[in-house]
């Protein structure tokens, strides 16, 4: 009988010592992990949430495609792309790609840094590094705006357009999607002004 009651309290002793050490181990892991991240930064995350509250999503590799009012299809691609909390419709692009399918079964290809694309009206910006190619054409310019609404893609600040029959510069150039045109304008000598059929 006294064998059994002291086997009894050592057993009882041994899992209060065991109890103990688990919830001492899960305390000090507990105190590990409050300091992964100090105070100080704490305070600077608060800080920068509260400055921001609109926050953002960021997506990656992210792709649209869709139809355009002249019945055009396109596909629109970014490596990383934001879409703000005020304004669903607006996406903010990092490294893009544009490709449009006309009609005619030409392709225009055009990337560029940075750009912006609307959902709801299809509209796209092209800013930084903007190329574009279009039957052997290559273009090169800062920035490209295309408007789904009138067809048009408007290209502008230090326009460069090489193909096989040389090279131009201008200011800025129109291209009709619809009537696939291509006006080209220059503004401070006025020595390129010209409508060229594409077809």
């Known amino acids: 009988m006294e064998r059994k009651k002291k086997l009894r ?3 009882i002793s041994l899992f209060t010592i065991g109890l103990l050490i688990v ?3 899960y305390l000090q892991k ?7 991240i100090s105070s100080e930064t704490q305070k600077k995350i608060k800080k920068q949430i509260s400055e921001n509250p609109q926050v953002a999503d960021t997506f990656y590799n992210i792709e649209y ?3 355009d ?3 055009n299809r396109y596909i629109l691609k970014s490596k990383e792309a934001i879409n ?6 607006i996406v903010e692009m990092k490294l893009v790609q544009a490709i449009f399918y006309f009609k005619d079964e030409t392709i225009l290809n055009v990337k560029s840094d940075t750009g912006i694309y609307n959902n709801k009206t299809l509209d ?3 800013m930084g590094n903007v190329n574009a190619d279009y039957q052997g054409s290559k273009l090169f310019a800062q920035k490209a705006e295309y408007s789904n609404s009138n067809s048009y893609l408007t290209i502008t600040e230090k326009v460069k357009v090489e193909d096989q029959r040389g090279t131009i510069f201008a200011d800025k150039l129109l291209f009709d999607i619809k009537k696939q045109k291509l006006n080209i304008a220059s503004f401070n000598d006025g020595k390129i002004n010209a409508n060229i059929n594409l077809k």
């Open 84 to 89: 703000s909390e005020e304004n669903k419709e």
């Open 65 to 67: 495609s869709g139809l």
């Open 23 to 25: 919830f001492l181990t």
């Open 69 to 71: 009012l002249a019945g």
């Open 30 to 36: 507990d105190n590990e992990r409050k300091e992964i």
């Open 9 to 11: 309290i050592l057993q």
């Open 124 to 126: 796209m910006k092209f």
